[in-house]
């Protein structure tokens, strides 16, 4: 079990998804955590692309655009984090933001 879930929804916007992603690996420090992103039948570029960079992350692929709200809910079904934090896929986490 996950001290914090870290809940996004992708739709057509790999690039953000990625650098989020990033800033997430490389300023969250100190507690257990996992990133959850539901890819919501993007378009723009494979998603599973970002298994690659980030083999740590859990990606859920929906077949059609479920929409934002049920697409969060879906990330939060496979979530095991005591906390949920859902951002945006063009959010840069900085510094110590999350703590």
Known sequence: MADLS??????????FT??????IVSTVKG??????VVDNAS???PC???????PEIQLILSDENIGF?????LGARYSTGEILLFLNPDTLVIDDAIV
Request: proline content about 0%; overall charge negative.
């Open 18 to 23: 990625e650098q989020c992603i990033a800033s």
């Open 48 to 54: 599973s692309a970002l298994i690659d960079r980030f």
């Open 43 to 45: 378009h723009d570029a």
């Open 6 to 15: 870290i809940i996004f929804v992708n739709w057509n916007c790999i690039a």
């Open 31 to 36: 507690i257990d955590y996992e990133v959850i």
């Open 69 to 73: 709200g049920q697409a969060n809910n």
